[in-house]
């Protein structure tokens, strides 16, 4: 497991969208939810907010340089740019978002329609956030429209949860063992495990990628280089 970033987490940079939303003239990423990772930001440069809403209401988080904030399962998240931000994503469950564990705040008549959903996701970057700020902003506008949002969203996410358990159990679950295993072993005196000891680095990746937030550049903390 040396290869592998610590407690199965991942690694992104990220540079969030400058352009205004049609919906509402702020700038940023598209509002979603996780529903079984948590996430965190490092504030690394720049200037925005965080805007969030779950079942304890709306909240509009500062972001500057230095800040840090996480956010668990069930927070809609949406990051908004005022000048230049920009962020490193530590998320948890290394994988897991990457394989669907991410549902956007498209209107209830999209969320509730798995085709109309995948042919909202498809839509070009501009237009798929447009739509999720203006089901977001209802979102906002009637609370109690969260839970039927979240029955939605655990719908959606349903025909491929099965299959996350096996990168849970890759990652996270891997190494929560192996670190029982290194206790135990200290427990009785065996310090094997120092002589295997390894500096490790994972490179950006050369090229950017949209994503819902922003420009994107991630690590590859699966495969790690040893120094």
Same mark, same amino acid.
């Given at each position: 497991?040396?290869?592998?970033?610590?407690? /199965?987490?991942?690694?992104?940079?990220?540079?969030?969208?400058?352009?205004?939303?049609?919906?509402? /003239?702020?700038?940023?990423?598209?509002?979603?939810?996780?529903?079984?990772?948590?996430?965190?930001?490092?504030?690394?440069?720049?200037?925005?907010?965080?805007?969030?809403?779950?079942?304890?209401?709306?909240?509009?988080?500062?972001?500057?340089? *230095?800040?840090?904030?996480?956010?668990?399962?069930?927070?809609?998240?949406?990051?908004?740019?005022?000048?230049?931000?920009?962020?490193? @994503?530590?998320?948890?469950?290394? *994988?897991?978002?990457?394989?669907?564990?991410?549902?956007?705040?498209?209107?209830?008549?999209?969320?509730?329609?798995?085709?109309?959903?995948?042919?909202?996701?498809?839509?070009?970057?501009?237009?798929?956030?447009?739509?999720?700020?203006?089901?977001?902003?209802?979102?906002?506008?009637?609370?109690?429209?969260?839970?039927?949002?979240?029955?939605?969203?655990?719908?959606?996410?349903?025909?491929?949860?099965?299959?996350?358990?096996?990168?849970?159990?890759?990652?996270?679950?891997?190494?929560?063992?192996?670190? *029982?295993?290194?206790?135990?072993?200290?427990?009785?005196?065996?310090?094997?495990?120092?002589?295997?000891?390894?500096? @490790?680095?994972?490179?950006?990746?050369?090229?950017?990628?949209?994503?819902?937030?922003?420009?994107?550049?991630?690590?590859? @903390?699966?495969?790690?280089?040893?120094?």
């Amino acid at each position: 497991m040396d290869g592998v970033f610590p407690g /199965g987490t991942s690694v992104t940079r990220l540079s969030v969208y400058p352009g205004a939303c049609a919906a509402d /003239g702020l700038a940023g990423g598209t509002p979603h939810v996780h529903l079984a990772s948590t996430e965190a930001y490092v504030v690394i440069g720049g200037a925005g907010e965080l805007h969030t809403l779950n079942t304890a209401g709306h909240r509009r988080t500062p972001l500057v340089t *230095g800040s840090m904030v996480w956010f668990t399962p069930g927070v809609i998240h949406r990051a908004v740019n005022h000048g230049d931000l920009q962020v490193v @994503v530590v998320m948890s469950n290394a *994988g897991l978002p990457e394989a669907g564990d991410a549902v956007m705040t498209f209107p209830p008549d999209v969320v509730a329609d798995p085709d109309r959903y995948r042919a909202a996701v498809a839509l070009p970057v501009g237009e798929r956030r447009d739509l999720a700020v203006r089901g977001f902003r209802r979102l906002v506008a009637d609370p109690a429209a969260l839970e039927e949002f979240y029955d939605h969203a655990v719908a959606l996410v349903r025909p491929k949860a099965g299959g996350w358990r096996d990168i849970w159990a890759s990652t996270v679950e891997a190494q929560t063992r192996r670190t *029982g295993e290194v206790i135990d072993a200290l427990a009785h005196g065996d310090g094997r495990h120092l002589r295997a000891s390894a500096l @490790v680095t994972a490179p950006q990746s050369e090229t950017e990628r949209l994503g819902m937030c922003g420009r994107l550049r991630t690590y590859d @903390v699966r495969n790690g280089v040893a120094l």
